[in-house]
T-cell receptor, first 115, second 114 residues
Framework: GAVVSQHPSWVICKSGTSVKIECRSLDFQATTMFWYRQFPKQSLMLMATSNEGSKATYEQGVEKDKFLINHASLTLSTLTVTSAHPEDSSFYIC???????????FGNGTRLTVT | GDSVTQMEGPVTLSEEAFLTINCTYTATGYPSLFWYVQYPGEGLQLLLK?????DKGSNKGFEATYRKETTSFHLEKGSVQVSDSAVYFCALSDPGAGSYQLTFGKGTKLSVIP
């Protein structure tokens, strides 16, 4: 079946540095990708929706200058957490679909810890 | 706005026990309802779904019925196995919200012991 690869699975970085998370669709063209964040004991929250070749659409309350999303190809989207702070520590998950009426396929998630 | 409420975990059951994980929702339109499962070390996978009232989704022995009158979509399995140990997320997709956006519950961790 369709596979979405998310990398890295975990990362520890120092406060003030930037971290890039990659989300790749391995066997289908992902026209739309979604990025989610989950804080401990909280729901998965949608951060942004990205369509290939277009600017991402961010959910209310998500800083687009802090969470840079690039969806330059039909198989790759990246989320860059810029100038990370400890409060950005969270679990980030991407999902991808080839069409909006097709199933979503999720990556394994990335555990980000900012020290 | 849309929201999903599911029972807090963790839930610990013995093998072959009956499982129920409650899920209720609020939505402005007529949502589709989903259960996703995340096994240890893996990504979320769609377990089952229902797109309209009274539909029953089923997969791998799990079932959930879309109850519009009670705005619920409880997950059930008659006899759980150790391999069912995972985190289960209830979610909805409201077409009125635009695009294919999911609203998730907080997740319920299930541990099945032999």
């Amino acid at each position: 079946g369709a596979v979405v690869s998310q990398h890295p699975s975990w990362v520890i970085c120092k406060s003030g540095t930037s971290v890039k998370i990659e989300c790749r669709s391995l066997d289908f063209q992902a026209t739309t990708m979604f990025w989610y964040r989950q804080f401990p004991k909280q729901s998965l929250m949608l951060m942004a929706t990205s369509n290939e070749g277009s600017k991402a659409t961010y959910e209310q309350g998500v800083e687009k200058d802090k969470f840079l999303i690039n969806h330059a190809s039909l198989t790759l989207s990246t989320l860059t957490v810029t100038s990370a702070h400890p409060e950005d520590s969270s679990f980030y998950i991407c999902s991808a679909t080839s069409r909006l009426d097709s199933p979503l396929h999720f990556g394994n998630g990335t555990r980000l810890t900012v020290t | 706005g849309d929201s999903v409420t599911q029972m807090e975990g963790p839930v610990t059951l013995s093998e072959e026990a009956f499982l129920t994980i409650n899920c209720t929702y609020t939505a402005t339109g007529y949502p589709s309802l989903f259960w996703y499962v995340q096994y240890p070390g893996e990504g979320l996978q769609l377990l089952l779904k229902a797109t309209k009232a009274d539909d029953k989704g089923s997969n791998k022995g799990f079932e959930a019925t879309y109850r519009k009158e009670t705005t619920s979509f409880h997950l059930e399995k008659g006899s759980v196995q150790v391999s069912d140990s995972a985190v289960y997320f209830c979610a909805l997709s409201d077409p009125g919200a635009g695009s294919y956006q999911l609203t998730f519950g907080k997740g319920t961790k299930l541990s099945v012991i032999p």
